[in-house]
């Protein structure tokens, strides 16, 4: 006879998950995903499961801030972290600055991969501001400066986030309007006349 859900068992433990502020003690499977977990036994459903697979970031949130794909990251290696979803990213009411530039912008179509899109912009901005470099950082060096957050970057920062609407135009745009609106570095000063949000981004 099986256990009550309520019961661990040998292939489960019960285990407290602090999702988006909140402490959440639950038995879970030991194989269970940190994806799953959050959809089906929290009903946190803006994360999102696209490939399974890893490859499409569809399913990002945030660990300790770090972005992780959350379809390959086992659930009880998550206990005792600060885990984000999409859910926890507005406060008090208000849409995080890079909500609102995904809004603004349009940088979604179907909206099914925009939570992961998010949550990768995130951590980008954290990154970038960080000093951490990129594969199309030019200058490596431990003591170079922070790199301009140029198209160029946010397209390699954000490469693990699929998008098949195809508004990767439209994301990068996105991503530079919030780190202007975070205070990070700015890219290169557009034409005079010319809106930096509606510059096309090649």
């Not at 034409?191 to 930096?196: C, H, K, R, S, Y």
Request: aromatic share 2%; net charge negative; charged share 20%.
């Amino acid at each position: 006879m099986a256990p009550p859900a309520s019961t661990p068992s040998a292939t489960s433990s019960v285990i407290t998950l602090t999702v988006n502020g909140e402490k959440h003690a639950l038995p879970v499977d030991h194989r269970a995903t940190l994806l799953d977990v959050l959809r089906e036994r929290l009903d946190l459903t803006g994360t999102k499961k696209g490939c399974d697979q890893g490859q499409c970031g569809a399913c990002t949130v945030l660990v300790e801030g770090r972005r992780t794909v959350s379809c390959l990251q086992l659930a009880v290696a998550a206990e005792g972290r600060e885990i984000t979803t999409i859910e926890g990213v507005a406060q008090d009411g208000r849409l995080h600055p890079v909500q609102q530039a995904f809004l603004d912008l349009d940088g979604f179509q179907c909206g099914y991969c925009t939570p992961g899109q998010i949550c990768s912009a995130l951590a980008v901005l954290d990154e970038h501001a960080a000093g951490w470099p990129s594969a199309v950082t030019a200058d490596v060096r431990p003591d170079a400066a922070v790199p301009p957050l140029t198209p160029e970057e946010i397209r390699e920062r954000m490469s693990g986030n699929l998008c098949r609407c195809g508004a990767y135009v439209s994301i990068v745009r996105a991503v530079e309007r919030a780190a202007r609106t975070a205070g990070a570095e700015p890219t290169a000063a557009p034409a005079e006349g010319v809106d930096a949000d509606k510059e096309a981004v090649a």
